[in-house]
């Protein structure tokens, strides 16, 4: 457990640091990592999975109640046949080494995103980490996997109309707050702080229902680089932040 009083160069003592109740990640650039040392692109992305493994350890470390890391979206299917394979081994290969000790920190894992077009043992993988870590209630770690934005606020859509035809919710009762617990984080507080390695300044179909208020902060490292230092620049930004939520009174 890092000393509270600590300090990172000239930064704000760590005990002044806000801490996010939802951390949102988009995990960018493991293949330009790869490709700026010469080294193949999968070697990037099992550096990202180490760097994953970190920034779990950081949440439980300082007391982040939920993060949600983007790790394919639905628009990554037109990337080459043999990267896309190679992600998917990764990913099974991470529940295989990982799983035990997630469940040991009592670590409550969700699946976001469209499953249908996934392959069974995909499927069987997902069902098989939400239902072993179901009633966990340390950090709630979401992630996305074959996710888009604007799909999940479509489904979202679908679902209150068949709910308005099958009588069940009155026109008149649709409000925002409905919405968003049709989305996929659906009872889940927001983001109010969304993170992006590698340099690229936006949001790429990531929660952009779910972001609108949210504190954006872009780095230029690469995401297999991403280590303590960064993730403790991360919240000194975010805790520079005046969150007013479209007011002109104090934050709240």
């Keep these: 457990m ?10 704000a003592p760590r005990e002044k640091l806000r801490v996010p109740v939802h951390l949102a ?7 330009r990592w790869a490709e700026a040392r010469g080294r193949p692109r999968p070697e990037g992305h099992r550096e990202g999975i180490k760097a994953l493994r970190r920034l779990v350890e950081y ?22 046949k043999s ?9 099974r290969a991470f529940v295989d080494s990982d799983l035990e000790k997630l469940k040991s920190n009592n670590i409550r894992i969700r699946i976001l995103g469209e499953r ?32 888009g934005g604007k799909a999940e606020i479509a489904a979202a859509a679908r679902r209150i109309v068949q709910f308005v035809l099958e009588g069940r ?6 409000d925002e707050e409905l919405f968003s617990r049709m989305l996929l984080t659906g009872g889940m507080p927001d983001p109010d702080l969304m993170l992006r390695t590698g340099g690229e300044n936006r949001i790429s179909n990531f929660l952009i229902w779910q ?8 780095l230029d490292e690469y995401w297999p680089d991403f280590d303590e230092s960064l993730f ?21």
């Design 2 to 11: 890092p000393n509270p009083t600590a300090t990172t160069g000239s930064a």
């Design 25 to 31: 990640v988009t995990m960018d650039g493991n293949r």
């Design 59 to 80: 949440c439980l470390r300082y007391g982040v109640p939920y993060l949600t890391v983007f790790s394919f979206s639905s628009e990554n299917w037109r990337r080459d």
């Design 83 to 91: 990267e896309i394979e190679f992600i998917f081994k990764l990913m």
């Design 116 to 147: 249908k077009e996934l392959d069974a043992g995909l499927q069987k993988i997902i069902a098989r980490v939400e239902t072993e870590t179901k009633g966990n209630t340390g950090l709630n770690l979401n992630v996305a996997f074959n996710y």
């Design 169 to 174: 919710i009155k026109p008149e009762e649709i």
């Design 211 to 218: 972001s609108a208020y949210s504190e954006l902060v872009f």
């Design 232 to 252: 403790l620049k991360t919240l000194e930004i975010f805790s520079g932040r005046q969150r007013r939520f479209g007011g002109d009174g104090p934050e709240q």
